[in-house]
């Protein structure tokens, strides 16, 4: 065998895969704040930031200076129920759990106690709060629930610390009374549900453990910088028949199941990429004549989580248009329990986590064992630029021309992203026409739109389907079939602040996708992981897990896995969350804390486990990489997704096809690859033998036959060719 050329191949760690820490999304926001406390307590300085905004503000400090002058007593359910956007017709008092907690007077936050302990403390705390605030608000199952979840967090908070000060104790009691409250009370229920809204809300039994916090880690709207592109003008828009329903599932039999299927983003903000992928389902299929479809019709939302961004965790936050960015110029592999990829987040919307997830790193090889085909083939690329974005404005949410624009995106082409505000009700809505939120000015979360009704309306062209009180966007969700109306629900026009759809998908996008569309299988991999001791586990997908994953592991907890195979075993991590410094996963000596897990690392020998004995989290899944094999290893997929341990090799054929003019750019999403180009500047075509070196610093400015590498950054992977 004659050497022929070496070369630097870089990972898939493109720049929409690069993963840094970002700000985290921006709280749900409250729908109140203390009315009593502005009457009462004058320690409460101001309102937070979004309700210092709100349209509300003015008539409660008018009538709080009012009441400060004539002595009068005036009853604040008016303003209560203009903050949740519902309108009442009775009167009703506050709920203080509808509100802010944080701004509550410091007498409610019982100071620290240092003759104490930390647990008489916090139980003393709790006591004292509830009996203050809110004792009348909790059925005694609401309190026991609300106590465990408050105990929990503030374990948490003040473990490393022996003795907290003042200030820092009340802060931790702020935050977690506020955090860890009940999302929904049969009071709120009440509360809501007496204002004859023309929707109902109902508390179902899995929400009983659902805290704030648990509602706040599943929303993730940010909204980009700058304005919203220009909008198409479409001159028949206004002229469109007067149907008065429109059903995507109807028009497109074939695809039913896709449009109106239920998906689960568990416990990460990743509502926005959610959205766009139902959406690219849905025209995929429709698209493709239904040849797109279950059960192996799912895009990956794990790959649209991690990779639409390059400078941010998916799980905090994102906007649609980035989603259908990616699948146009990059693609996005296949998910869903048979694809390339499965959604790496759990939680069902029916348990409560102490925590948010956080998204893995942008993967470069699929996970699913026994996948027929490498995650670079698996991509399907279709569409281009980031679509048509409508504009959010209070006032155009009801205008005739904008929302017979988005029935003629519906009818014409599938499903389209709407953007929404989630509050207490919009959790619990059950039926009728939700009209909660519409004079929020901006949105938390993303849903798509599926198909409107009740559009047989006489029409005011200057309030427009503002005077139609019977039509509605038909808005399919991401919490499961078990939240509202089979996982949907009816919006009033005023609800959907933003509507995003990508651009139609061409016949010539279509030919281009993978072929066959789904692949058969091949055969599992030898096991990679044996556990020698401890309760971790082993799947049957070649994963190794924590306990009780992907619930959260147990205190004192320890493991030692053995890596079954000589040359080591390449990992992907599927997820990774332990509590931080104290809690670790060790691989080749080295420690891994918090949500930073051993990605790409080449793990050998035996990887130790180990818990405290307090604080737990989700804990961590991980598998070994797939390794591609004979004529599935293309030259444009290979340093993409095809590294292998040090001294193994692999066979490639790389077609004619693989070719372009600049022998030392890589673009690893195309047939333009870095192994392509080496090879062919080396002489080589066809079949070739790649043999993988080892790290980028072993052969930096080497040069073999005058193929030489270049310093990109990013990960990198040394290969010999030959033929």
């Known amino acids: 065998?004659?050497?022929?050329?070496?070369?630097?191949?870089?990972?898939?760690?493109?720049?929409?895969?690069?993963?840094?820490?970002?700000?985290?999304?921006?709280?749900?926001?409250?729908?109140?704040?203390?009315?009593?406390?502005?009457?009462?307590?004058?320690?409460?300085?101001?309102?937070?930031?979004?309700?210092?905004?709100?349209?509300?503000?003015?008539?409660?400090?008018?009538?709080?200076?009012?009441m400060a002058v004539l002595g009068v007593l005036v009853s604040f359910s008016t303003a209560q129920s203009g903050l949740l956007g519902i309108s009442t017709t009775t009167s009703v008092q506050p709920l203080m759990l509808m509100q802010d907690l944080r701004?509550?007077?410091?007498?409610?936050?019982?100071?620290?106690?240092?003759?104490?302990?930390?647990?008489?403390?916090?139980?003393?705390?709790?006591?004292?709060?509830?009996?203050?605030?809110?004792?009348?608000?909790?059925?005694?199952?609401?309190?026991?629930?609300?106590?465990?979840?408050?105990?929990?967090?503030?374990?948490?908070?003040?473990?490393?610390?022996?003795?907290?000060?003042?200030?820092?104790?009340?802060?931790?009691?702020?935050?977690?009374?506020?955090?860890?409250?009940?999302?929904?009370?049969?009071?709120?229920?009440?509360?809501?549900?007496?204002?004859?809204?023309?929707?109902?809300v109902s508390k179902e039994p899995w929400m009983k453990e659902t805290t704030h916090d648990d509602i706040k880690s599943r929303l993730g709207m940010i909204q980009p910088p700058g304005d919203p592109p220009p909008a198409p003008i479409v001159s028949a828009s206004d002229r469109?028949?007067?149907?008065?329903?429109?059903?995507?599932?109807?028009?497109?039999?074939?695809?039913?199941?896709?449009?109106?299927?239920?998906?689960?983003?568990?416990?990460?903000?990743?509502?926005?990429?959610?959205a766009a992928m139902s959406v690219l389902d849905s025209r995929l299929c429709i698209k493709t004549g239904g040849d797109f479809k279950e059960p192996k019709g799912h895009l990956s939302?794990?790959?649209?989580?991690?990779?639409?961004?390059?400078?941010?965790?998916?799980?905090?936050?994102?906007?649609?248009?980035?989603?259908?960015?990616?699948?146009?110029?990059?693609?996005?592999?296949?998910?869903?329990?048979?694809?390339?990829?499965?959604?790496?987040?759990?939680?069902?919307?029916?348990?409560?986590?102490?925590?948010?997830?956080?998204?893995?790193?942008?993967?470069?090889?699929?996970?699913?064992?026994?996948?027929?085909?490498?995650?670079?083939?698996?991509?399907?690329?279709?569409?281009?630029?980031?679509g048509t974005w409508m504009s959010q404005k209070n006032s155009e949410r009801t205008k005739k021309s904008r929302v017979r624009m988005v029935m003629q995106a519906i009818m014409s082409e599938g499903p389209v992203a709407a953007a929404v505000y989630v509050d207490q009700a919009f959790f619990a809505y059950k039926s009728g026409i939700f009209k909660s939120s519409c004079d929020k000015p901006h949105a938390n979360h993303a849903v798509a739109a599926i198909g409107f009704g009740g559009n047989d309306c006489n029409f005011d062209d200057r309030n427009g389907y503002g005077n139609c009180p019977a039509f509605y966007w038909e808005l399919l969700n991401s919490w499961g079939d078990h939240w509202g109306n089979n996982g949907e629900m009816k919006a009033a026009a005023c609800v959907a602040t933003t509507f995003m759809w990508p651009d139609p998908i061409a016949d010539s996008h279509v030919s281009g996708l993978p072929n066959p569309l789904f692949p058969g299988s091949v055969p599992a991999p030898a096991p990679a992981f044996e556990v020698t001791s401890g309760s971790c586990t082993v799947d049957a997908g070649n994963c190794v897990l924590t306990p009780n994953w992907p619930n959260n592991y147990g205190n004192k907890n320890q493991c030692k896995i053995k890596v079954k195979k000589q040359g080591g075993v390449k990992l992907q991590v599927v997820d990774f969350l332990l509590e931080g410094t104290y809690d670790y996963l060790k691989v080749n000596s080295k420690k891994y804390s918090g949500s930073t897990g051993p990605m790409d690392t080449v793990a050998k020998g035996t990887m130790e486990w180990s818990s405290d004995r307090s604080v737990t989290k989700t804990g961590w899944k991980i598998c070994e990489e797939p390794q591609i094999s004979g004529d599935d290893v293309t030259c444009d997929n290979v340093g993409d997704d095809a590294s292998k341990p040090e001294g193994e090799t692999a066979i490639v054929k790389c077609p004619n096809a693989c070719q372009g003019s600049n022998i030392w750019g890589s673009n690893p999403y195309t047939t333009d690859s870095a192994l392509c180009k080496a090879a062919r500047h080396a002489g080589l075509s066809g079949t070739i033998k790649v043999k993988f070196l080892g790290k980028k610093s072993n052969f930096k400015g080497s040069s073999k036959n005058g193929v030489r590498t270049k310093g990109w950054s990013g990960s990198w992977t040394a290969m010999q060719l030959s033929s």
């Open 240 to 274: 469109l028949p007067a149907q008065k329903e429109f059903h995507a599932y109807e028009k497109w039999p074939h695809c039913a199941v896709v449009v109106r299927r239920d998906h689960n983003q568990g416990t990460c903000g990743s509502c926005w990429a959610f």
């Open 1 to 66: 065998m004659m050497l022929k050329g070496a070369v630097f191949v870089r990972e898939n760690r493109g720049a929409h895969c690069k993963r840094r820490s970002c700000e985290a999304m921006a709280s749900i926001q409250t729908d109140s704040v203390q009315f009593a406390s502005l009457l009462t307590e004058s320690s409460v300085a101001e309102t937070p930031p979004a309700a210092s905004q709100s349209k509300w503000r003015r008539p409660v400090l008018f009538a709080v200076a009012t």
């Open 103 to 200: 701004m509550l007077s410091d007498d409610h936050y019982l100071p620290y106690d240092s003759g104490k302990s930390k647990q008489e403390n916090m139980n003393m705390a709790f006591d004292h709060f509830v009996a203050k605030a809110l004792n009348n608000e909790l059925t005694a199952e609401e309190k026991t629930i609300f106590k465990q979840h408050f105990i929990g967090a503030m374990t948490g908070k003040c473990k490393a610390i022996a003795k907290p000060t003042a200030s820092q104790w009340k802060d931790w009691l702020k935050d977690a009374f506020e955090g860890t409250k009940p999302e929904l009370t049969d009071a709120i229920v009440t509360h809501i549900n007496s204002g004859n809204n023309g929707f109902t």
């Open 301 to 386: 939302r794990t790959y649209a989580t991690s990779c639409s961004y390059e400078s941010r965790d998916g799980c905090q936050g994102g906007w649609p248009s980035a989603t259908f960015e990616l699948a146009g110029a990059h693609g996005i592999p296949t998910g869903g329990s048979e694809g390339c990829l499965p959604y790496f987040a759990h939680g069902e919307g029916t348990d409560h986590f102490d925590n948010q997830q956080v998204a893995p790193p942008c993967p470069h090889a699929c996970v699913k064992a026994g996948y027929g085909r490498s995650l670079s083939a698996d991509k399907f690329k279709f569409g281009s630029g980031k």
